[in-house]
């Protein structure tokens, strides 16, 4: 949790604001926060709270406290037997990350790192919101306050010396005259605007500021300047301060996160996007897939190993596609353009003209562009550079049509044998080779998707201690599988939740409901089944964000959809969350319904005994329609056996059972045995119901 005392008071969790409360509550938390870690005695704070305190002043500032505990997270507030504390490992206050960025830029300037002290200092100045205790009391809060408004202004400064030995004169002079009008004492600001004066040529300007000051400090304060102020005057008329007019420096920013290995089982696709990009082919490169399977640890990847193509820089940004709060590609200019050396003053606030400026600045530089987890194309056109010997690297789980001439990979789940060189990589290649069988299945519980793999190898190498087939195991626990695939920040669970929240409520309807189907796989009639209506745009969704797998037809010429089995498994989650049982059989029902009718077209087919016009032209070729479908066939008389559809059980064993016998009979597989065996088996269970 994090808790602002630089501007009104303020606790956030996660990026969202959490409501304080009345005056008391943010006077006690801004008290425990100036002191976080250490034990704020009751006295003081019933004391800052009453003039005269009542004889309940204890017992109020438990309950104030309680209701305050009530807003924050767990653990934040601890009760101590004279007082409270705020835990300095359950919080983060802005005040200290202040201190410390503004002791990083001191260091950074003693050695001469002035880049790395203006970032420091313009980073900490950045945190401030306004006045400091905003809207507490003036009487706790003036005496702290000004002690602040003093470490600000000190900050802001520092920022100032540093663009100073940068060479960034202009925005030195942008930034200190509204400085200078807030502090009119302050004579090392006079200092800093006449050095950046003389430095652009500007002597005369910068001997006008001398008497500017001269006149302020001796009419309002009754003294003279400073002797640092009146040398720096002396030294100008002497021409003793340099004219040293220059361009701010050409900035390359490096702002590519670490990842220099080539993602398991994607050195193919690895290789083609590299070649294209050394080759100077695309402008614009996007990688798309699902949640999870490796868009952002490929597109990283491929970034580190074109920077030589790219010598002025490479700039990178997460866009928020998969979420609610997505980033405003205007910002995300701002922030570009700011990394490549525009002065903040000088950055547009019109859009159009923020977007000129950006495309001016890379025009003729060799820049990556690399944008993560966009959301749609709107969000990328305004990042394009224009410059031919720039390029653009997009992820996104939506296919993203509209970039026309754009190079597109689609990124699928791993192969077996790359998914087992990732759980090596991770967990260890002589443990999982100990235990091949039980490493493949996890693979298969994983369902080859890179995230879950990686948490699955991840767990396993916290945990050196568990045998594989034990934590294999775990995963086949289907109701378990995804708690088990949560590892710190990294959670299965989670990123396709992200997905499915921002789907419309059709799309969100039908994916829950798919959770329902027997087998990950199915044809087109079962999603319209499920919901019982048209479903053709709310597939199309699912399809274009990767939660649904679009196979193609079939060899009877039904179109066929596929989830991943997490997904699957999340599915079902939310249908047994979100709908009632009465909604889930109706669901159910239909869709069982569904195949015993067209099991028993398809049987009356195969003895002639049903005319051309049958309703479902798949079932034209019986046999064939039965050979694709006898594997869900099969599981839908389990689960209508297990969830209370006795008669189509029955119904679906016979007919498969009839099947499987003709099949065996004709000599076309002899394998069908068990399959028939297992068939027999379930009907006979579910007559017995």
Request: hydrophobic share 45%; glycine share 10%; net charge neutral.
């Given at each position: ?15 969202d ?9 943010r006077?006690?938390?801004a008290?425990?926060s ?5 034990v704020?005695?009751?006295e003081r ?14 017992a109020?500032?438990?309950n ?8 924050l997270?767990?653990?934040?507030i ?15 206050v ?20 002035h ?11 950045g ?76 002597q005369?300007?910068?001997?006008e ?33 340099p ?32 070649a ?10 996007v ?13 990283v ?14 700039l990178f ?34 859009p ?11 025009a ?11 959301a ?34 689609t ?5 077996v ?56 195991d ?18 299965v669970?989670a990123?396709?939740a992200?997905g499915?929240?921002l ?6 309807l ?8 027997a ?20 597939l ?7 939660l ?9 010429g ?15 989650e ?18 069982l ?14 003895g ?27 599981a ?25 016998a ?16 297992r ?11």
């Open positions: 949790m994090r808790i602002g005392v630089l501007g009104p008071v303020t606790a956030w969790r996660g990026g604001a959490v409501p304080v409360g009345g005056a008391r509550e006077y006690v938390l008290v425990l100036v002191e976080v870690g250490r704020v005695p009751v704070l019933i004391d800052g709270l009453w003039a005269r305190p009542p004889r309940s002043a204890r109020q500032l438990h104030l406290v309680s209701r305050l505990r009530a807003r997270d767990d653990g934040v601890i009760t101590r037997p004279t007082g409270y504390a705020l835990a300095a490992h359950a919080v983060e802005d005040l200290a990350e202040f201190r410390a960025l503004v002791e990083r830029g001191r260091r950074a300037a003693e050695v001469g790192d880049g790395v002290a203006e970032e420091s200092f313009g980073a900490a100045v945190l401030w919101r306004g006045a400091a205790l905003a809207d507490v009391d003036e009487e706790f809060a003036g005496p702290v306050r000004v002690g602040w408004h003093e470490e600000r202004l000190a900050a802001w400064e520092g920022r100032l010396a540093a663009r100073l030995a940068l060479g960034r004169y202009d925005e030195v002079l942008v930034e200190v005259a509204p400085l200078i009008a807030e502090h009119p004492y302050r004579e090392r600001l006079y200092e800093v605007r006449m050095v950046a004066l003389v430095a652009v040529g500007r005369v300007e910068a001997l500021v001398y008497r500017e000051a001269y006149r302020t400090l001796d009419v309002e304060l009754g003294v003279a300047p400073g002797s640092a102020l009146r040398e720096l005057e002396r030294r100008i008329l002497r021409g003793e301060v004219v040293t007019r220059q361009a701010a420096p050409v900035v390359a920013p490096r702002q590519l996160p670490p990842g220099l290995v080539t993602p398991a089982g994607r050195g193919e696709v690895h290789g083609e996007v590299v294209a990009l050394r080759a100077a082919g695309p402008g614009l490169v990688l798309v897939g699902p949640g999870g399977v490796g868009k952002t640890a490929l597109a990847a491929v970034a580190h190993h074109v920077v030589e193509r790219f010598p002025d820089g490479q940004a997460t866009l928020g596609g998969s979420h609610r709060d997505r980033v405003d590609p205007h910002v995300v200019v701002g922030r570009f353009l700011r990394a490549l050396g525009v002065a903040g003053a000088a950055v547009p606030e019109d159009e003209e923020r977007v000129a400026l950006y495309r001016s600045t890379v003729d530089r060799a820049v990556l562009v690399v944008l993560d987890d966009v749609a194309e709107a969000q990328v056109r305004p990042l394009l550079p224009g410059g031919s010997s720039c390029a653009t690297v997009v992820t996104s789980r939506h296919q993203l049509g509209a970039l026309v001439g754009a190079a597109r990979w990124l699928p789940a791993l192969a044998e790359d998914s087992l060189e990732l759980l090596s990589r991770v967990a260890g290649a002589e443990r999982i080779a100990a235990e091949a069988d039980a490493a493949g299945g996890i693979v298969a519980l994983c369902g080859n998707l890179p995230l879950a793999l990686c948490v699955a190898a991840g767990r396993l190498a916290v945990h050196p201690t568990w045998r594989v087939a034990e934590f294999r775990r995963l086949a626990e289907e109701r378990r599988r995804l708690d088990e695939l949560s590892l710190g920040d990294l959670d669970r990123v396709i992200a499915y929240r789907l419309d409520p059709s799309a969100r039908l994916l829950r409901r798919l959770g329902l189907s087998t990950p796989e199915w044809p087109a009639w079962v999603a319209g089944a499920l919901v019982g209506g048209d479903v053709d745009r709310s199309e969704t699912l399809a274009d964000v990767h649904v797998e679009v196979l193609g037809r079939d060899r009877v039904q179109e066929r959809f596929r989830l991943h089995g997490l997904v699957h498994d999340f599915a079902a939310r249908v047994a969350a979100e709908e009632s049982p009465a909604e889930r059989d109706a669901a159910l029902g239909r869709v319904g569904g195949w015993l009718v067209r099991a028993g077209v398809a049987e009356e087919r195969l002639g005994r049903v005319g051309p016009d049958s309703p479902d032209e798949a079932i034209a070729a019986p046999r064939e329609w039965f050979e694709v479908e006898s594997g869900v066939l099969t839908c008389v389990d689960q209508a056996s297990r969830l209370g559809f006795p008669e189509v059980a029955r119904g679906l064993a016979a007919r498969l059972a009839g099947f499987l003709l099949r065996a009979e004709s000599g076309a597989s002899r394998p069908g045995s068990g399959g028939r065996q068939v027999a088996r379930t009907g006979v269970s579910a007559r017995s119901t």
